[in-house]
């Protein structure tokens, strides 16, 4: 199969809301105008219930970055704070039924959602199953427009679209059942590695132009997600959101750095469900005549305490 994008992601909070306030006043991004499962009010009829709010019946919180409806959902949980699930999208509904097929001729797992399961995500058809390292993965085509985007920040635009929510970077077991996986069953592309040990290696995962959507690292017991990155247009959003991060207190884990791979000038901070969050820009957009590399160089500059970072959340000494 061929996954065009990660297209949206569910985490799950102690405090959905932290995750509002962090995503709307520091991150830039926008409460979605409906929550998904409500529908549009026809023309004339008054909004739903949760309109502009972002929040759901349940609590669950969605964000918006661009015309999808919504790109990251935050739902309410009593004790686990991480990612919930993420939305690979495909093409169409031929798509899917072929993603279904291959999954079983390879015996994975998976179930098809109900109408109802892709209502409660604002899509057409969607699909579950888990990666390797027990990623909970939901199959999706035709995930609902609203063209009415708009930053509560000024001049702030989003790197989103065709190129997915950003990118990922997973802490994973079973690292080299995970990448077979990701190229072979999902169709990710290798785009380059890091090799910080014998066997060990940081990979960097494409399925669409932008240099990499998941990146995975076997790494101590860890498992999850390390880092979310969102993509803004130039380097003064991400100067912006930076100035807004140091004024609502965020704790900065690295510094302003340009990273070596993707070209990418982000600083990182750790969001309130534990994760880091990576903002950054002008990240390289790669075609077909790029070919896999081992790179051996985090950074062109800067990004001080993001390997401390990292190590720290995989709980292994620096
Ligand atoms: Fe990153």
Redesign the pocket.
């Known amino acids: 199969m061929q996954i065009k994008a990660v297209a949206y992601v569910g985490l799950d909070a102690t405090d959905p809301s932290a995750w509002l306030t962090f995503g709307v006043e520091v991150l830039g991004m926008m409460p979605a105008r409906a929550v998904p499962g409500q529908g549009w009010p026809a023309p004339g009829q008054e909004a739903p219930a949760s309109a502009r709010t972002g929040i759901g019946p349940d609590g669950s919180v969605y964000l918006k970055m661009d015309e999808r409806q919504w790109r990251v959902a935050i739902h309410p949980s009593a004790d686990r704070n991480g990612l919930a699930y993420f939305g690979f999208e495909l093409e169409g509904t031929i798509e899917l039924e072929n993603a279904i097929q291959e999954l079983r001729d390879l015996q994975i797992p998976v179930r098809v959602g109900t109408a109802a399961e892709a209502r409660g995500r604002a899509v057409t058809g969607i699909a579950y199953t888990q990666d390797p390292s027990g990623n909970v993965i939901e199959l999706f085509y035709g995930q609902t427009a609203d063209y009415n985007f708009r930053s509560p920040q000024i001049n702030h635009d989003f790197v989103a679209g065709h190129l997915g929510v950003g990118?990922f970077?997973l802490f994973v077991k079973k690292q080299p059942e995970c990448f077979e996986f990701y190229t072979k069953v999902l169709g990710f592309k290798l785009s380059d590695y890091f090799r910080y040990g014998e066997d060990a290696q940081l990979q960097f995962l494409r399925c669409n132009p932008r240099h990499h959507s998941i990146?995975m690292i076997e790494l101590g017991a860890a498992h999850g997600l390390q880092?979310m990155?969102v993509e803004l247009r130039d380097i003064d959003g991400v100067g912006r959101t930076l100035d807004r991060a140091n004024k609502a207190g965020m704790e900065i884990v690295s510094a302003l750095g340009r990273?070596r791979n993707d070209g990418m000038p982000?600083f990182y901070m750790r969001s309130p469900t534990g994760f880091d969050v990576?903002v950054g820009c002008q990240g390289l957009l790669l075609d077909d005549t790029w070919r896999p590399t081992e790179f051996c160089e985090g950074d062109v500059w800067g990004h001080q305490g993001l390997m401390e970072a990292v190590q720290a959340g995989a709980g292994v000494g620096s």
């Open positions: 990118h970077n990146a880092h990155l990273h982000s990576e």
